[in-house]
């Protein structure tokens, strides 16, 4: 380690580097450094470390000749990863907080279902209605449609919380307290089986509109859905005419084919439908500036750096 | 066993009657049995079981002289206990859906509150706001009033979520992950220390008012309160003043001082205030009969009969 604390430059829109300025001096000086952070600017000067989003003012790694590494805080690099001019290691972000979150966003929606909590708000009229009691989790079944790292820790969190729990997923999963069903019949009957849908699935050619007209008619009636995922999954048209036909009870969405949703999509404002800003699966802030810390620390110490991209891999 | 199945008298409210005669009919077919239960009606004839609520028609059980035990579907047996002429075998109600269901209640509304649902319900106006991402459960406390055995579960549980968690409790406990506190100064700094704050206290001198003007000023300023336990806990003129001037953000209540809560009370529609109707304690049909009929069968095979009350001690 030099006299002198590491000099870090903020790559990001405006609003962002503010947000990060503070929190990454803060999880620097826990580790003992005494960091020199600079957030966007007119970019002059030579730094230690390039801390960026894609979408920030550096393309051009090459005027730091200093540099010791790119530490990235999305976790997709795909538009950084052939970059010619970035030749020192490339850091991906992987947040412990973004699957935090998105556990809490899947507990939070599944448990507001499973105690009628819309039936309780409404009800506040003076009204003592003791039919408002729901089942017990051990009688509600939760479907996960996709079983990833994220779509995983879901599905074993809710068989935790006492829900029957079953789980789809390309290839055949096996996991402790979770029914695990693959292929075209295994979908039918995790969404025949499920009270509630939650769907975590990545966004590929195999995935897109896999929600269509023929497979949300194999839901429950009044079965939830709630889409933490991605947009392409879901036929719009087709969810909309499931709603309205009552097949599907309701719908809570994060991801959107078109995000921001155009303020006249007709998901906003209907009755049976939730839409949150895509927020289930957020990088946090105090997280991420504790792992680019860590990784602050490992550079400047001679330490192996944490989610270093294998460029040959692009990943 | 003797060759006819074992008669069962359902001695509790008619409506409730009627919603155990089908599960506990099946339940005793689950484990072999083929009983003869009859609801309500004349009374007339012999019974090997009474399962009953103290609020039921039998109160002289004399009249069944082949009885070989009375089941009861209540927890509590203050009401029955002294009853002379009860001299067979006395069960309390040990429901494992009352516990099951008081942890999903109580998941579902600190999860309500820790991802800002209320806020994302009303942001539903086409504005897509990202501003409503939450903080992680990691940056959230939630503080226990009452670590018994449901306050101490939901306890265990909100910290296996990944909340900062403390608790408070008469005499002096001690939980993996949870901050355990006694003493009025301990009340003090769970509600200082605390964004959500759940009681789960039992009804008795010491915790009347224990939440009035003066208890609740410690509350941080917007913080929520869940009572999921006793009425009597709450001095409801200071909660709805600490509800009008911002101190307590919304108060979440399931037990009242009268109940039904009065149709005119100004909890009722208060827009800080969400009403339960004393369903977060319940006991579940379903789970109550699985023990009746397990007790039903050790009684037909000579077995110790769960939950049995000690007359002498009184419980």
Redesign the interface.
């Known amino acids: 380690m030099t006299d002198r604390g590491p000099r870090i430059l903020l790559s990001m829109p405006t609003a962002l580097a503010a947000q990060y300025l503070t929190p990454l001096a803060l999880a620097c000086r826990d580790l003992g450094l005494d960091p020199d952070i600079v957030a966007a600017g007119p970019l002059e000067g030579d730094f230690d470390y390039v801390v960026f989003s894609p979408d920030g003012p550096v393309s051009d790694f090459s005027r730091f000749p200093g540099l010791k590494a790119a530490l990235g805080i999305w976790a997709g690099v795909e538009r950084i990863v052939g970059n010619p001019t970035l030749t020192v290691p490339l850091c991906r972000m992987v947040d412990p907080?973004l699957s935090?979150?998105m556990?809490?966003?899947v507990?939070?929606?599944v448990?507001?279902h499973?105690?009628n909590?819309d039936a309780?708000?409404a009800r506040?009229?003076?009204?003592?209605?003791?039919g408002?009691?729901?089942?017990?989790?051990?009688?509600r079944t939760v479907g996960f449609l996709g079983l990833g790292s994220l779509g995983g820790a879901c599905a074993r969190?809710m068989s935790?919380?006492?829900f029957r729990t079953m789980g789809w997923s390309r290839r055949q999963a096996a996991m402790d307290g979770v029914d695990c069903r693959t292929g075209r019949e295994g979908l039918e009957a995790v969404l025949r089986g499920s009270d509630i849908v939650v769907a975590l699935l990545p966004d590929t050619p195999q995935t897109a509109n896999l929600l269509d007209a023929a497979t949300l008619a194999w839901m429950r009636p009044g079965a939830v859905l709630i889409n933490a995922g991605r947009g392409s999954l879901i036929d719009d048209a087709d969810l909309l005419a499931a709603l309205d036909g009552g097949r599907v009870g309701h719908a809570t969405l994060d991801a959107f084919r078109t995000?921001?949703?155009p303020?006249?999509?007709p998901y906003?404002?209907h009755p049976r439908?939730?839409?949150?800003?895509?927020?289930a699966a957020?990088t946090?802030v105090?997280?991420a500036c504790a792992v680019l810390a860590q990784n602050i620390l490992r550079g400047e110490t001679g330490g192996t750096l944490l989610n270093q991209v294998d460029r040959a891999a692009g990943y």
């Open positions: 907080g935090m979150g556990l809490d966003y507990t939070a929606h448990l507001r499973h105690v909590l309780v708000l506040q009229d003076g009204v003592w209605d003791q408002l009691l729901p089942p017990v989790a051990a009688d969190r935790g919380l006492g995000e921001p949703l303020a006249d999509h906003w404002g439908v939730t839409v949150t800003p895509h927020i957020a946090r105090n997280s």
